[in-house]
């Protein structure tokens, strides 16, 4: 057995709990002074005050100890929307949208989401795999221990099968503990923008059905848009899902009111992620279904778009998640704590809300709400040092990468300092 705690911190901060929080429950954290924490076999055993902790532990010191002197323990970052399976550069885009244009025209022009495609398809295993390894080690050290990660830049049969694979091959403590999601119906290939129905048959009765068998993906998400795929075609795409045992999850009502958000709520989908358009019945519909509502605020900021009405949801019993949409082209950054302060400042949460949001609603999005999410004994012992006092720092000293450590299932996998020490 090997065993880690955490000595020295001035506060902890977590929601409780093994399902998502909704409504006024959503802002109730647990805050502790002076809190002792200790993992046993990768699971948390003791979460309580450094007296209690001395009591209950005299003579048995662990194996190892983590140094958190003046430092804020929090649950381990749960991200539920990412896109970290792709290569390519798209920085000249900002400029673009900084004059102006469109998010539609550019991609019209070839840029947006069909760039990426291109440079994925173009990569080889090893070029693809470097990418991917570093860019989740880098959401790793930022504080995400687990995170949902998306196929959908390569836009073929094999490529989405190959980006799947992949995550599947990195999986590790190296890197963030990973829910892999189908995201083939993207876009619509360019060799299908002609025979969309093609590609919405092929999604549904080709590439769902071997993933499944594959055991490749826990879910399957659908970009339901305007000028993306119908209400029609992501139905059929998600029921086919749902009849080969995937979970479904919806990008939804991010560009219009395009129906996706009641279709996720008449699913009863795990998630509706985006929902910047998301009306009154739309909210009222998520809240009868207990759909996650996935908000993703550096987005809306970075397409200087509206914002997704999180306070309406949360005041309506909407359970509400807060992810990072770590992609290449309207989101680009690996830090789900990057966004903690848009959430607060744009979208209209409070930091108790947007931890929750981060945590332990992003974990019952995942349907991982009893292992991963909150600092309760025997949930698996992912823990994040925040280089502050308390909590709320994670929103008020912002801009900076306030994670000074990070434990995930137990072990000390990112540290910015010679914290640990042996027994």
């Known amino acids: 057995m090997t065993s880690l705690d955490i000595r020295g911190a001035a506060s902890l901060a977590t929601p409780l709990g093994s ?25 948390l055993v003791f979460v309580g005050t450094e007296t209690d902790y001395r009591r209950e532990y005299a003579g048995r010191p662990a194996d ?3 140094d958190a002197t003046g430092r804020t323990l929090l649950p381990g970052f749960v991200d539920a929307h990412t896109h970290p399976v792709w290569v390519g550069d798209r920085g000249v885009e900002i400029g673009r949208r900084l004059a102006g244009e469109s998010y539609a025209s ?33 959401m790793l050290e930022h504080g995400s221990t687990t995170i ?21 091959e990195l999986e590790g ?31 549904a009765h080709e590439i769902v059905p071997l993933v499944a068998r594959e055991s490749l993906a826990r879910y399957c998400d659908v970009f339901c848009e305007e000028g993306v795929f119908t209400v029609a075609e992501s139905r059929t795409i998600l029921e086919a899902a749902r009849r080969a045992g995937l979970g ?11 129906g996706g958000t009641l279709l996720a709520a008449e699913l009863e989908a795990a998630s509706a992620d985006h929902l910047l358009f998301a009306g009154d019945a739309e909210i009222a519909a998520l809240a009868r ?33 807060v ?82 450590a990070v434990v995930r299932s137990g072990d000390l996998v990112s540290s910015k300092s010679k914290v640990q020490s042996p027994k």
């Open 64 to 66: 190892f100890t983590l």
């Open 323 to 404: 992810a990072s949409d770590a992609n290449p082209g309207t989101c680009y950054t690996e830090s789900l704590a990057a966004v903690a302060a848009h959430a607060c400042l744009d979208s209209g949460l409070t930091v108790e809300e947007t931890l929750t949001g981060m945590t332990l609603n992003g974990a019952a999005s995942l349907g991982l709400a009893d292992r991963v999410g909150s600092l309760e004994t025997g949930k698996s012992a992912d823990v994040v040092v925040l280089d502050a006092p308390d909590d709320r720092h994670l929103v008020y000293h912002w801009g900076v990468d306030l994670v000074s």
């Open 148 to 168: 949902e990660a998306k196929s959908g830049y390569g836009l073929t049969a094999e490529d989405e099968i190959r980006a799947l694979r992949l995550l599947r």
């Open 248 to 258: 479904l999850r919806v990008h939804a009502d991010e560009l219009a009111r395009s």
């Open 289 to 321: 279904s207990g759909t996650v509502a996935v908000i993703l605020p550096g987005t809306a900021w970075w397409m200087r778009s509206r914002r997704a009405p999180a306070r309406s949801m949360i005041e309506s019993g909407v359970p509400v998640a």
């Open 19 to 43: 399902t998502a929080r909704r409504g006024r429950a959503q802002g109730e954290i647990f805050r502790l002074s002076q809190p002792a924490v200790r993992a046993e076999d990768g699971a």
């Open 173 to 203: 403590p190296e890197v963030p503990r990973v829910v892999p999601t189908l995201l083939a119906a993207h876009e619509t290939p360019p060799e299908y923008r002609d025979r969309r129905a093609e590609w919405v048959r092929l999604v």
């Open 106 to 138: 550019i991609a019209a022009s070839g840029g947006g989401i069909l760039a990426t495609v291109r440079a994925t398809r173009a990569a080889s295993d090893e070029e693809l795999s470097g990418a991917v390894h570093r860019r989740l080690r880098a």
